[in-house]
């Protein structure tokens, strides 16, 4: 038999979809994430981390509170970049006056300790997480 017509094309986007669906569709279950002693050792400091902040700066969850226009994430993100500048340029001081991307650190710069050490300021910035998520969920639990 005969093709009568135009022949039908298939565009390199469809292929790349068509190939996408495949891949998804027979793909394996991926595993549940296990936390290995390394990430328990890890959540270990953020966690020694946020007691320190609570215990020894004062910053207890009523402080917190106070935080309403998301300074502790800012905060966090603050250290995170702080974390980022000692990986990629480790022979540099961080400058008191670096205070994050831009200069986004939320309160007076003398709160601002930023370490040489990545792993340390990747801590501060994960126990700030912590802090405004709990902060969060403070909130959620006071409107149910």
């Avoid at 890890?42 to 020694?48: P, T």
């Avoid at 910053?59 to 106070?66: G, I, K, M, Q, V």
């Avoid at 226009?69 to 006056?97: D, F």
């Avoid at 930023?114 to 300021?121: E, H, K, T, V």
Wanted: hydrophobic content about 40%.
């Amino acid at each position: 038999m005969e093709h009568v017509g135009p022949v039908p094309t298939v565009s390199w986007k469809m292929v790349i979809v068509m190939e996408f669906l495949s891949d998804h569709l027979n793909r394996k279950p991926r595993k549940p994430y296990r936390m290995s002693e390394d990430t328990n050792d890890a959540i270990q400091l953020i966690v020694d981390e946020r007691n320190r902040q609570i215990d020894k700066e004062d910053y207890s969850p009523e402080h917190d509170d106070l935080h309403d226009e998301c300074e502790l994430g800012l905060a966090a993100e603050c250290y995170v970049h702080a974390a980022r500048m000692n990986m990629l340029h480790p022979q540099i001081e961080i400058p008191h006056w670096a205070a994050g991307p831009g200069g986004i650190w939320p309160w007076e710069i003398e709160s601002w300790k930023p370490s040489q050490d990545p792993i340390r300021n990747l801590v501060k910035a994960g126990a700030l997480i912590a802090a405004e998520i709990e902060r969060l969920q403070r909130i959620e639990e006071a409107k149910a």
